[in-house]
């Protein structure tokens, strides 16, 4: 994935450290270095690690499968949803953390930002710093007033307070694998107040932010009525677009709002998954083709749990190559290619890392992932891009290395206790869905 993207049929990787040392064919990377050790990489494909830019780490996780697949969005989000992110204990987002970063590493995500979910920051991080897994990460935030008796002024201090809070205490200065980000709710829940704080704090910090919007057509409903504008307009006028920014979903959007995304250079992160489930319609009003046509950095995202349902970036991207070939019947819509770099080079850049991540190239960071060729869905490897896009998925991810250290080996996490792990996620999803007065249902007898 470098400037020329150049495939090494026979390639090596050499590491210094955390950082990539050199790339390229494999006789002229080992007659360059001295190694202490050496990996015969014979058996596998490398490639960067993805970039996850939507995925809610607290919350789904441990009640992934809950939801029941037919609901709308209203009931899912806030008939099912905000109930169960509201009755997490921290020890309960602490522990979904990790089992988020577990199932993302696991399936070749090295690096991550948070969706905007988290209640308990500190607990979140102290999960997640024992995964070894790189992310941007921030409270769940909003300010809008809807009731008569709400103080909006109150609500906004308390909001931007909060912010800066994390942004301090967890800041992107020096390139740490985890800081916090403004992580705005987005849709109609944040005034321009906040927007422009989270704005400030972003270029201050070195930070992004990142919302929800336009999943739905009751964001542009709601701008329209209260500002007069479309949802992306208003945030032009306000100054809120631009690189630092992350927009989910960004669905229902006409063609001026697009223009404005392109001109600003806002990221949109695509969730296709969750799309195809929640029957968002991305693929008869999505302007997904007119975005990438018109220099929009599309990245993608896998959302909830109770959504897309995985966290596996690898069906993200076999996802988003099929969409819109079907729906728009043109084959050369979101090549492989195309797909391949919305989940490295353009996370990358969303999650403000393009100096760091996204590609194997010498001074970047060694996050880099191994692709067991030992199985079917790899055999015969005849075009490497086709075979990891539309052929294999997560499953075949066999070792993961982040900031030079193996955190996956032999398809097993090697920081963490798995086994200790899954055992504690299974006895706790049912005591959340209680608390949240939820009871999982089905259309089958369950005996």
Known sequence: MDAERRI??????????????????????????????????????????????????????????????????????????????????????????????????????????????????????????????????????????????????????????????????????????????????????????????????????????????????????????????????????????????????????DVHEVDLLAQSGTHVTHCPMTAMKGAYGASHSGLFPEMAAAGVPIQLGTDGNNNGNSADMMRAMFVTAGLFKDSRRDGSLFSAYDVLECATLNGAAGARMSHLIGSLEPGKKADFVAHDRDRPEWTPLLNVVNQLVWSADGRGVHSVWVDGRRVVEDYRAALIDEAELLAEVEATAPALLARAGKTVPSAWPVL
Not at 64 to 76: I, L, M
Request: aromatic share 8%; glycine share 8%.
């Open 8 to 253: 090494y049929r026979d390639g090596a990787v050499a590491v210094v450290g955390d950082r990539i040392h050199a790339v390229g064919p494999s006789a002229e990377v080992a007659a360059a270095v001295s190694p202490r050790e050496t990996i015969d990489g014979s058996r596998f494909v490398l490639t960067p690690g993805f970039v996850n830019c939507h995925v809610h780490i607290t919350g789904e996780p441990i009640t992934r499968g809950a939801v029941p697949d037919d609901a709308d969005w209203e009931t899912n989000v806030l008939g099912w949803l905000i109930p169960t992110y509201q009755a997490q204990t921290p020890q309960e987002e602490r522990l979904s953390a990790r089992f988020a970063a577990l199932e993302m590493l696991r399936t070749g995500t090295t690096c991550f930002i948070e969706a905007g979910t988290i209640l308990d920051l500190d607990a979140v991080y102290d999960g997640l710093a024992e995964t070894g897994i790189r992310g941007r990460i921030g409270r769940w935030t909003q300010d809008r007033a809807f009731a008569p008796h709400e103080n909006q002024a109150a609500l906004t201090r308390a909001a931007i307070a909060g912010l800066h809070s994390e942004v301090e205490r967890y800041p992107c200065h020096g390139d740490p694998l985890l800081a916090a980000w403004p992580a705005l709710v987005g849709h109609s829940l944040a005034t321009d107040d906040l927007w422009r704080a989270a704005t400030a704090l972003a270029h201050e910090f070195g930070a992004g932010v990142t919302a929800h919007m336009s999943p739905d057509p009751a964001d542009p409903d709601f701008y329209l009525a209260t500002t007069g504008k479309r949802p992306i307009a208003h945030l032009a006028d306000i100054g809120a677009l631009g690189p630092h920014l992350s927009l989910t979903h960004a669905i229902y959007l």
